[in-house]
Structures are given as C-alpha cells and as structure tokens.
C-alpha cells in the first residue's frame, strides 16, 4: 500500500528518499559506501564521509545524523588505519553540521566504507532530478575526471600537485554549493558520483522528460584527467556507463573518442548538477564562486524531448 508521507521513494533515480513527518518536517535517507581510492586511511573516510552526505544535499536537506558503515579486513590490516578511517569521517560529519551516533561492521577481504544520513528537509521545498524544464540552464559544481585520475596514479603517470588538487575537491562537502543554490529556483538536482555525468545527466533528463544540451568544451575537468584519457587509461566504470547511456546519447561535437570518455568517468564526491531558470544562472555562478564552489560551470540548457534523444553533447 503506498504511504502518501513517501515524498520520493524507489519509484525514481533519487539521489535519496524523502518522508514526511509533519506539514513543516520532513526526513531525508540516504546510505553509501565506496572502496578506497588511494591508500591514506583518513582521506579515505573524508572521501567516503562526503560522497554519502552529498545525497542529502541533492535533495535540498541539511544533515543531521550518520551512522558508519564498515567492512574490514581485521586479520590483514591494523585497528589503527580502522581509527584513521572513523575519524577522516567524523571530520566531514562535523563539518557538515551532523552528529555521528554509531554505526555497524562486518569482516571482509577488502575494506569499504560510508555513511547512512539522515538529514531534514521542508516537505514543500525539497529537490529532486525530475523537475528540469526547457529553457533551464545547466549548472555544475565540480570538475569531473577523478576516475580516471586515480586509476591512472596507480601507474605512477599523475603528477602530485594534480593529485592533491583532485583529494582536494574529493573532500570539499556540497554544503556551500547547496547553501549557494537555495536563494534561487532551482527545479532540478542531482550529484554526480559512480554513473558519471552522462549517467546522471540521463536520468535527470528521463525524469523531467526533456532533453539536457551539454556543451563539451564547458565542461570543468581536473588537470591532467584528458591527458591520461589520451594516453589510453581508462577505468573499469566508463564502459558500462557508455553502454548505460548510448540509446538515447547523442554527439554533435566531433571531438575524439578519448576526449568523449570524460563523460562517462565515474566520480566520487562529484558536484552538483541543477538546473534553474536561464535568467538566474549568472547569479547562481557568482554566489558559487562565493561559495569557494570547487567549480561554478554553466555547461549546457535544457530543451524540449525530441525522439527519445534525452542528452545531447555539442
């Protein structure tokens, strides 16, 4: 039976679910968890802590209250890198104003961690990825390319000030930009994360039932991210995101295949993407920069659906 407190549910591609608890409070739930991307243990739980809370943030909430959620190896790796992983969270949990109340841990061959959050929103002015309408504009507030970063860091090919740069940005919560973005009519959000921007784009644009025009060469992309695409890294991800998108992708923009995986490169902790009303994006790009916003990228509009073709890069 459907609970019509259930404001956003499973029935969508949200980044999480909403339910109403009163005419003025609503609760938004979310829970995520990732694999390490490089071998600092406290980075790793900064990482993994913002990339979950981001979730609430695309929903227009404020987080409120976290558990952890653990695997780990304990017979491989010391009780000390566990430490170091619970307190790079507790950092980004306190950052973004939640409190952590406990959590659960299971034994596994591989380590992983993240965050369930719970956050708190109005049940009249939450976002979701359905609401884009022709004439938005298309904001995002992060460069992509960490996939492919850290894959390509691997075989010692990224300098290390490109790669402080990405940690950087992996690290920086959404707060600013979501604070930024609640002065404006946003109709539209998601973050970016494991799908990679034609993904998330896609199913904003099925949700809204329109089409997003993605402009290439607007894109922000971390340094050095192109050029290990150019150099043939790759990552594991962009394949099925590719084959996830191409029914209904198309590309006006001639640009080689490897500049086109970019697109396709799962992120972790990526930015906000929303659309709003074409007369509020400059405004919404100063108070990004304001913001200290990792990126403040107006990167492309919405259009009316046509065909079935919901993304669009020129």
């Known amino acids: 039976m459907d609970d019509p407190n259930l404001l956003v549910g499973y029935k969508t591609s949200d980044d999480a679910g909403i339910y109403r608890l009163s005419d003025d409070l609503a609760i938004v739930v979310t829970a995520d968890f990732i694999t390490p991307p490089l071998n600092d243990p406290y980075l790793f739980g900064q ?64 380590p992983k961690f993240g965050l369930s959050v719970v956050g708190v929103v109005h049940p009249d002015r939450f976002w979701t990825n359905s609401g884009a309408q022709p004439g938005d504009v298309l904001i995002l507030t992060k460069p992509l390319g960490s996939g492919v970063l850290f894959n390509a860091n691997l075989k010692n090919l990224v300098s290390e000030p490109a790669m402080e740069k990405c940690v950087s940005c992996l690290t920086t919560l959404n707060r600013g930009a979501a604070e930024a973005m609640r002065a404006f009519d946003i109709h539209s959000v998601t973050d970016i994360t494991g799908f990679g921007l034609a993904g998330h784009s896609l199913e904003m644009a099925k949700g809204s039932q329109v089409t997003l025009s993605i402009r290439m060469d ?42 086109r995986q970019i697109v396709y490169d799962p992120q972790t902790s990526g930015g906000l993407l929303a659309a709003l009303p074409s007369e509020q994006g400059a405004d919404l790009i100063l108070a990004l920069e304001h913001a200290h916003s990792p990126a403040a990228a107006l990167i492309g509009q919405v259009l009316p659906l046509e065909d079935q073709t919901y993304l669009i890069f020129k």
Request: with cysteine.
């Open 47 to 110: 990482i993994a802590a913002a990339n979950a809370i981001s979730d609430i943030y695309a929903m227009g909430g404020k987080p409120k209250v976290c558990l952890n959620l653990v695997c780990f190896p304990s017979k491989k790796l010391p009780p000390q890198d566990l430490n170091q992983i619970v307190a790079g969270a507790l950092s980004k949990i306190t950052e973004a104003g939640a409190v952590l109340a406990g959590g659960h841990s299971v034994e596994d061959d591989e």
């Open 218 to 259: 607007d894109l922000p992309i971390m340094d050095q991210a192109l050029a290990m695409y150019r150099k043939g890294v790759n990552t594991g991800v962009n394949a099925f995101n590719q084959r996830l998108t191409a029914a209904h992708t198309h590309f006006e923009n001639p640009c080689p295949q490897w500049h």
